[in-house]
């Protein structure tokens, strides 16, 4: 039996890998092989790992994880999650049945792309999320801004920190006339109409075809869609959840803890925030909330009733 079993092998579920490996837990990390950043060409703002693609950082980390004994990684899907704490039974995709005593669901969540020709095409490259992620590189550019909702108010006075120069598409949606006297007085034009287009000029480009008057190109266009989780095996465990003006997120205590007991919650599927590599995988220390995410692997390392994994002799590679 395992100590823990970790759903999903992204930055979020390796780094509670790694640090349960340490305190020589026994650990399964169950993954598919589709993070959500897999459009992204680089990474940013992650100390080591500057401007690396991400699938290549993942790589690097589970090269690491393989000096590690108690530490198995496996390539496939968890179907389904039964019992309880100390006892819980995971079935994978391949008909494999493991147990585990605690489990922690890192599977994350995936972007709903909205049904506009040529936003998927742009996902990760003209069209991003982040400004800590991409910011730096299109810093005093042309940046486009499409209007989510009233939380697109505070990407503008975030935006600020990068450009002057910033275009708003209010997509649709009803901007309140006191939010858009603020955008007038901070000189941030508002281009009304639907988004029925968006072309690509190569590289990060983009151009914004509404239906009510001329395109608009940009530099770098910003876009929160809402997203959902990866997998549902949180709704057949009646888990609850907190709805979010980016999508569903698992509730979870100070602990990171959900609402079934010895169940725990990591990265995006937890955290109502934009999408970062460092956020997800608890490397910003210095943020007071970074402090709760690792204190929490430090919960499950002393959870009740676990001891320390016997060590095998060091195993070469990961496992398949």
Known sequence: MDDVII???SFAGLAGALQLGRARR???????GLPRNRFAGHSHGLLGHDHKPPLDILAEA???LARYPTIRLVNARADSVSGA?????VLTGDGESLATRRLILSYGVVDQMPDVPGFAEGWGTSIVPCPYCDGFEFAGQHWGLVWSGPQSHNYVRLFHDWTDTLTVFAAGHDIPPDIRADLARRKIPVVDGRIIEIAHRGGHNATVKLDTGPNVAVDILFAHPRNKPSASLHESLGLATANTPLGIVLKVDERRETSMPGIYAAGD???PL????HWTSYTLKTRAWGARERRYLGVLVEAAGIEPASVDPPQSGLHA
Request: proline residues 4%; negative net charge.
């Open 7 to 9: 759903i999903g092998g």
């Open 269 to 271: 599927l937890a955290t």
């Open 26 to 32: 026994k650990v399964t990390v169950l993954d598919t």
């Open 274 to 277: 934009m999408p970062s590599v």
């Open 85 to 89: 704490i100390d006892d819980f039974s």
């Open 62 to 64: 589970r090269q690491q």
